[in-house]
């Protein structure tokens, strides 16, 4: 059974750092593609970014670029989505997405890891 | 970056009713539109990829149909549990956008 689980409930400050994780298992994590999703509090979804855990090839959004981070770490089947300075704009729900492709849907999606930044 | 334009943004629709949501790209996209179900306090899921290819079990009662710059979904004899909020996606160009989301409330 395909899976992803993402790493639990965040809560940070403004300006702290933040590293979320994403571990698949059930298929090959090497060749598929892993894209992050944003979803603002009752608001829909915005693509960020798409990483390829074989080699890690990176695609952000021009939205996203310089905002965030997107690292695999292939060897255990993990991939991550990190903040070097948190604002309070960036309290949302994200989601781990597998691809088969930059061009594909987006075919099994993880459970969500909600970030909460507020002084 | 290609803009998708979902109608209506809300729908309140009775149980077996038949509801078509659509999806308008600002370029061509060709094939490259997919739907998602998400539903309260739930992940998105895939309902059909590539405009009109099913999802293995996905209700047989959701298809879509569409090319170039307008899709739709549509759903056939509604039911209670298909209350949701319905987006539209495209993966033919970076960056890959979602249209804004359409709700379906059930009366």
């Known amino acids: 059974e395909v899976q992803l689980v993402q790493s639990g409930a965040e809560v940070k400050k403004p300006g702290e750092s933040l590293k979320i994780s994403c571990k698949g298992s059930g298929y090959s994590f090497t060749i598929y593609w892993i894209a992050w999703v944003r979803q603002m509090p009752g608001k829909g979804l915005e693509w960020m970014g798409i990483i390829y855990p074989g080699d890690s090839d990176t695609r952000y959004s021009p939205s996203f670029q310089g905002q965030v981070t997107i690292s695999a770490d292939k060897s255990i089947s993990t991939a991550y989505l990190q903040w070097s300075s948190l604002k309070a704009s960036d309290s949302a729900m994200y989601y781990c997405?597998?691809?088969?492709?930059?061009?594909?849907?987006?075919?099994?999606w993880g459970q969500g890891t909600l970030v909460t930044v507020s002084s | 970056e290609i803009v998708l334009t979902q109608s209506p943004d809300f729908q309140s629709v009775t149980p077996k009713e038949k509801v078509t949501i659509t999806c308008r790209a600002s370029q061509s996209i060709g094939s490259s539109l997919h739907w998602y179900q998400q539903k309260p306090d739930q992940s998105p899921k895939l309902l059909i990829k590539?405009?009109?290819q099913s999802i293995s079990g996905v209700p047989s009662r959701f298809s879509g149909s569409g090319s170039g710059t307008h899709f739709t979904l549509t759903i056939n004899s509604l039911e209670a549990e298909d209350a949701a909020t319905y987006y539209c996606?495209?993966?033919?160009?970076?960056?890959?956008?979602f249209g804004q989301g359409t709700k379906l409330e059930i009366k």
């Open positions: 590539y405009a009109s």
């Open positions: 997405v597998r691809s088969i492709g930059t061009g594909a849907c987006l075919d099994y």
């Open positions: 996606h495209q993966s033919s160009s970076l960056p890959q956008t």
